[in-house]
């Protein structure tokens, strides 16, 4: 490995999550490295006649342990996500942000739907009503950008604050711009993540139209089944991550726990269709080899992915043929998996959480397996950590995410060494 010894180096120093697996870190690790679905039949709202009925929603969800009781009535779900996963995060890595320079210091949100739930609320609203009926609080709720201002406020963030919108690449296109912040020494401190709260009935009829997401409908668990020959599709989850980013002197000096270092970022847009990725995954290539270019790392110093691994026709061997392109005869000796069966698909926040998992990796050096990989597919035929999840020497660690509209994201992350 040959970094630039000049280079601001930023380390992953605190964790928050809010997601149906976990409402901690330790409930949340637990069942990704035991492959235990967060899956379950939908009670949100009437799903009786839809081809899928199942989905992973949080449970006993209390806002007003993570804000007062008037701020948790006024935001919608995905807001409530977003302040309580930050405030974890932030209580995680035991950091004042309103200590902190105003000018060195800044959050960031990664989110696509965030803002869909106030918008048909006020919608609905004002069709009984008329103008009346609506909230006072409807356009600050109802825009995608409220999730940061109501971080940064309720955590006295008074540096940057800015949310990023890409698809299902926006978590890990959030903490990227996190990293960029620290290394260009405009922040020392960066809190950096994503929430979404998509299981609406709106985004759900188009979804289900979309034939993304499973049918198998009578058993939850085993429902979502990435790499597999019976893959049909995605559970959908809901939920917020986010990540304390420090400079390295920064963390030190504070004697803060590092739990990894946050190497580099690489984005691509396809530019190839509204949904489908490329067949030949060169938009995810391209991320991923940005990633490592960037990050000064040779092929054969990964040692796992985090596959996007949505367990739909075409992007599990999409993302196969792109990271046997990359890695070549390495790619036989990468450890893959998706985390996605376990905790849903969080959409805008997928890359967020995705990114604890691989910091989480780093840090107890275990590889989560694959939950109900069983037959492998045509064409999917690397190691996907099949059965249970495998300890590990892990020192580097890649996470994917792809969006609509061919977005690719690419993280690389490593094992916080102080010699490099």
């Known amino acids: ?50 081809p899928t009925r199942i989905a992973a929603e949080i449970q006993e969800f209390d806002g007003t342990r993570y804000m007062d009781s008037k701020t948790a009535r006024r935001l ?45 609320k006020t919608e609905e609203a004002y069709l009984k009503k008329g103008y009346r009926g609506v909230s006072p609080f ?24 800015i949310s990023c919108s890409s698809g299902s690449a926006s978590g890990n296109d959030a903490i990227g711009y996190g990293l960029s912040m620290i290394q260009n020494d405009e922040v020392d401190v960066m809190l950096a993540g994503g929430a979404e709260a998509p299981i609406m009935r709106h985004v759900w009829g188009g979804l289900c139209l979309s034939k993304v997401m499973t049918r198998r409908n009578d058993d939850p668990q085993h429902a979502m089944r990435p790499f597999d020959r019976t893959r049909d599709g995605i559970i959908l989850g809901e939920g917020a991550a986010y990540i304390v980013l420090e400079e390295l002197s920064f963390a030190l000096s504070r004697g803060a726990t590092i739990y990894a270092e946050l190497l580099a970022h690489g984005r691509s847009c396809e530019a190839y ?22 990050a000064r790392l040779d092929v054969t110093n990964v040692d796992y992915v985090n596959a996007h691994g949505t367990a739909t026709e075409s992007n599990d061997v999409v993302e196969t043929r792109a ?44 590889i989560p397996l694959t939950l109900n990989f069983n037959d492998p597919a045509d064409e999917c035929d690397l190691d996907y950590v099949r059965g249970e999840s495998r300890p590990y020497p892990v020192k580097v660690a890649m996470n994917l995410n792809s969006g609509f509209g061919g977005k690719n994201s690419c993280l690389v992350l490593g094992r916080y060494n102080e010699r490099r």
């Open 1 to 50: 490995m040959n970094f630039d010894r000049y280079q601001r180096r930023a380390v992953v120093t605190g964790m928050g999550v809010i997601a149906a697996n976990g409402k901690d870190l330790h409930t949340f690790w637990s069942t990704i490295r035991s492959g235990i679905s967060a899956a379950v039949p939908v009670t949100r709202f009437d799903v009786t006649g839809a």
């Open 76 to 120: 919608d779900r995905s807001l409530q996500y977003s302040v309580a996963a930050a405030r974890l995060a932030a209580d995680n890595a035991k950091i004042d942000f309103s200590r902190i320079d105003q000018d060195r210091v800044g959050v960031v949100e990664g989110t696509s739907v965030s803002s869909n739930e106030a918008a048909h």
């Open 138 to 161: 409807a356009l600050i709720n109802g825009y995608c950008g409220a999730g940061c201002g109501e971080i940064a406020t309720e955590l006295g963030i008074k540096g940057h604050a």
């Open 273 to 294: 269709h509204p949904v489908a990725p490329h067949p030949d995954g060169v938009g995810v290539f391209r991320a991923m080899e940005k990633a490592l270019r960037r």
């Open 323 to 366: 990271i046997k392109r990359l890695f070549g005869e390495h790619a036989r000796r990468i450890a893959v998996s998706s985390t996605k069966p376990v905790t849903g698909h969080l959409m805008g926040a997928a890359g967020a959480l995705e990114t604890l998992v691989c910091a989480l990796v780093l840090h107890h050096q275990e």
